[in-house]
Structure formats: structure tokens, C-alpha cells
């Protein structure tokens, strides 16, 4: 017998038994996308209405996104063949590289497999650039900004409160006279749907001499007079070090990168083990990644559609008076509160309404902040709408509705 082996899938059932207990046991839900009818999917022969998308403007489905996806795989075959320096590289990667560098007005960008990968292998590089950083980090952050940032070498991490201005400028004083220091946070958080003051930040951070690094995750594709994010919409993205984003929210495909200073961006490429060891996105990828990016450049109507159909859901779930939380973007949570209340008002969503909101609990939000996270996208109509609030209020629990009312 293999006591190892033994005592690990011992601690593995008992881990997986607490989960179940505590109503934390992550199970997925198998959801077949109909691009020619999101937001409705298939589920077991039946047609599910989804509410939890992050194809946030349905750009995955564009005829003209497939299509050149569909045509760089038949020129180019199904797969990249390499990492980038191993035969990777191809026009096509060259092209997405500069134009998301464009979409930010920075002198380069640089592709990732995902947007977790591009801010884990991007932040721990530029970290271990120089000795003794100083990281300011919103509390906020994302998990994958969080395991760019942990355990290295010589880096020191400062957790300011969320958005807290104050409280990030008293941590930027206590920083020793001379250390180098980064402030790291993100534009739009993503449970919450609130948005980062960007340029008072980067007020502050010129103040103190410190570089910056934004997650533009959830805004890119979404904000802005050509999708550059936040940033963008407030005319600051000039100030910002570092812009990191994905390819797999507004712009509805996959993959991740940063955008910023030539030598920034090249340093990373030179040095970041989850590019160099890491095969290539495909070309069919990048050229529909390409393509949309494309677009919502020159066409800002999505958004405004996007933007239309966000309001009128907030709208409708506050007139029914559902526990909406307050929300500044795309991004709209309801709020339930249990871990074990929150699955079960998902199941019950899909079993007796057909529709699909993702149920989320700790370690993603707190305990006690378990709730669902709803965006409206340019697809989603009044009627789906409607009868999204007519399932709320069937399947919420008493206390989640009495708190909101």
C-alpha cells in the first residue's frame, strides 16, 4: 500500500465532503452555445436563456468573427504548432499585437493564452525586474493578479481597501524613501460591477513615484469611443505603465495581454515563463480575435445597446424590488447571501424557468456575499427580461427579498 497515495485521496474526499457541506462543491453546468440564437442555449433538448454570459456583446457569434476564424483554419490548420519562439509567431499574431497596442495608444502589446496567464506571468515579471518592489494592491484584485504578485523573492505586497484613495495614499507614504512601487487594480470589478477612480489613482501615483498596472478585463470591447475600456472613456489611459486585458469578454473569443511601454512589454516577452514556455493561441483564434477588435473599434453600437439593455434590467429588477446591489457598470449582482440559498435558486431557475444565472459564492466573494451576477447583452430582450424577474421573485429566498425591500 502507498501511504502517500493514501493519506492524499483521504484528504482530497474530505476536502470535496466539506465543499458538499458547506454548499460549496463546484459542479458545471453543461450548456450548449446556438450562436445563431444567443442568448439562448441547449441544455437536454431544452432551450435555456443565459444571463451569465461574458461574451458580453455577443461577439462570439458575429458572422464576420466566425468567418475569419473559419478561414484562417483552413489556410492554417487547427493549431499555432509552437511557442512563440518555436514557430508560433505568425503574421496574424503580429497584426492583433499591434492593433490592441493601438486600441490603448501604448507602443506595443503582447498576446497570452488567457487573461489569468497575462497578469500571472506578466506582474511577476515585472516584479522580479528590479530589487525590493513595493506592490500596492487593491483589496479587490483578482486571483490571478494575487498569484502574480505572492511569494516572490525581495517583492513586498501592500492590500489598500477597495477604491479607498485615502487608504492607498497613507500605504504609498509608509513605502521607504526610493523603493520602487506599483500600484496594481483593476477598472471594473467584476463581482461587484463598480469602477476604479483611474486617474486619481494615477495622480497618486505620480505623486509617489509609482508605476501602474490595470486589470482593463471587464471594460475592454465595452467602454470607451473605440473599446479601449476605461480608461479610454476617462482620457487617461496615457497615464497608465501597464494595460492588461482579455480576449475572451468583449471582444468574445480567447486569450489574454498586456499593452504598454515598448521596453515594458519587451522585457515581459523576454522573460515571462507562461509566454516562453507556453504554445502559441492558434491562428484561427487570433484572426477572430483580430477581426472583433476590428469592429467594435469602428462600430460603437453594441455598446450602446449593451449599455440600453444594462439599464433597463436595473430598472425592471428595482421596480420588482429584487435585492439589485448597486452597480456602476455592465455588471449587475443580486444579492442572496447563503451559499447553499444561492445554488438552489440557480437549480431552480434552470429546472422550472429555463434560465441560467451563475450561482457564486466563497472564495470568489465573501461569506455572506454568495449572489448571482447577471449582464444584460445586446441580445437579451424585454420579454426575456420580464420573465427573468417573474423567476426571481418565485425562487429568491424571503430574506434576500426582505433585505431589498
Not at 218 to 243: F, M, N, Q
Not at 257 to 274: F, K, L, P, Q
Request: glycine share 10%.
Amino acid at each position: 500500500m502507498n501511504a502517500t497515495r493514501t493519506a492524499f485521496l483521504s484528504r482530497c474526499r474530505q476536502g470535496l465532503d466539506a465543499l458538499r457541506a458547506e454548499g460549496r462543491y463546484r459542479e458545471f453546468a453543461e450548456l450548449e452555445r446556438d450562436a445563431a440564437r444567443f442568448p439562448v442555449y441547449r441544455r437536454q433538448g431544452r432551450d435555456v436563456t443565459v444571463w451569465s454570459s461574458n461574451d458580453y456583446l455577443g461577439m462570439g457569434r458575429h458572422p464576420a468573427v466566425i468567418a475569419a476564424g473559419q478561414a484562417a483554419l483552413a489556410a492554417h490548420g487547427a493549431g499555432a504548432g509552437g511557442t512563440r519562439n518555436i514557430s508560433g509567431t505568425s503574421p496574424l499574431h503580429a497584426a492583433l499585437e499591434a492593433e490592441l497596442a493601438s486600441l490603448h495608444g501604448m507602443e506595443a502589446a503582447l498576446l497570452f493564452a488567457s487573461g489569468y496567464v497575462a497578469n500571472q506571468s506578466a506582474l511577476s515579471t515585472i516584479l522580479s525586474a528590479l530589487p525590493g518592489f513595493h506592490v500596492l494592491s487593491d483589496a479587490k484584485n483578482h486571483a490571478s493578479m494575487i498569484a502574480g504578485m505572492r511569494g516572490l523573492p525581495g517583492v513586498t505586497r501592500h492590500i489598500f481597501r477597495h477604491n479607498d484613495l485615502a487608504d492607498l495614499a497613507a500605504k504609498l507614504r509608509a513605502v521607504p524613501e526610493g523603493a520602487p512601487r506599483i500600484v496594481v487594480f483593476e477598472s471594473v470589478y467584476s463581482m461587484d460591477g463598480d469602477i476604479a477612480p483611474i486617474g486619481a489613482i494615477c495622480d497618486l501615483a505620480e505623486q509617489y513615484g509609482a508605476m501602474t498596472y490595470c486589470d482593463e478585463v471587464h471594460a475592454v470591447g465595452l467602454y470607451g469611443a473605440t473599446g479601449g475600456g476605461i480608461s479610454e472613456r476617462d482620457g487617461v489611459a496615457h497615464r497608465l505603465d501597464v494595460i492588461e486585458g482579455t480576449l475572451a469578454k468583449g471582444f468574445g473569443v480567447v486569450g489574454g495581454y498586456v499593452a504598454g511601454r515598448a521596453e515594458v512589454v519587451d522585457h515581459v516577452r523576454s522573460n515571462a515563463s507562461g509566454l516562453i514556455f507556453t504554445t502559441a493561441l492558434p491562428p484561427a483564434t487570433v484572426a477572430a480575435a483580430l477581426e472583433s477588435v476590428r469592429i467594435l473599434r469602428a462600430d460603437g453600437a453594441p455598446r450602446l445597446r449593451m449599455a440600453a439593455n444594462c439599464a433597463l434590467l436595473k430598472r425592471k429588477l428595482d421596480e420588482a424590488g429584487l435585492p439589485r446591489m448597486p452597480s456602476e457598470s455592465h455588471i449587475i449582482p443580486v444579492m442572496v447571501g447563503d451559499a447553499r440559498a444561492v445554488r438552489e435558486v440557480a437549480r431552480r431557475l434552470m429546472d422550472e424557468f429555463a434560465i441560467y444565472a451563475t450561482p457564486i459564492n466563497y472564495p470568489t466573494v465573501p461569506r455572506g456575499g454568495e449572489r448571482l451576477r447577471l449582464c444584460a447583452t445586446p441580445f437579451h430582450t424585454e420579454a426575456m427580461m420580464d420573465a427573468l424577474v417573474v423567476a426571481l421573485r418565485a425562487v429568491l429566498p424571503a430574506a434576500a427579498l426582505q433585505a431589498a425591500a
